[in-house]
């Protein structure tokens, strides 16, 4: 099992910039990837980020060039630099968890980000 912690949400002004956290814990050697999502009201929930083992990211077109993901040394904890913030952003952020083949995918239980304009 593995259980995941985010931190970071709050309210901000459009222009303006955020970092969101996500410390894993538990059976992280059974993750294979994570990710940031994202779920504003009426609408589904939508992929923001993720990050491999490798380390390698892929974004959304809509925050290509303003988001940034990263971990830290040990792999345990994901980030999501957050710049040139928009209204559109403005949403519940969950820190997701892929693991391997035969294993519940781990979903936090989110942060909000208000971007005010």
């Known amino acids: 099992q593995v259980q995941l912690v985010e931190s970071g949400g709050g309210l901000v002004q459009a222009g303006g910039s955020l970092r969101l956290s996500c410390a894993a814990s538990?059976?992280?050697?059974?993750?294979?990837?994570m990710g940031w999502y994202r779920q504003a009201p009426g609408k589904q929930r939508e992929l923001v980020a993720t990050?491999?083992?490798?380390?390698?990211?892929n974004y959304a077109d809509s925050v290509k060039g303003r988001f940034t993901i990263s971990r830290d040394n040990t792999k345990t904890t994901v980030y999501l630099q957050m710049n040139s913030l928009k209204a559109e952003d403005t949403a519940v952020y969950y820190c997701?968890?892929?693991?391997?083949?035969?294993?519940?995918?781990?979903w936090g239980q989110g942060t909000l980000v208000t971007v005010s304009s």
């Open positions: 997701n968890a892929e693991m391997d083949v035969g294993f519940r995918d781990a």
């Open positions: 990050i491999t083992r490798g380390d390698s990211p």
């Open positions: 538990g059976s992280i050697y059974r993750i294979n990837a």
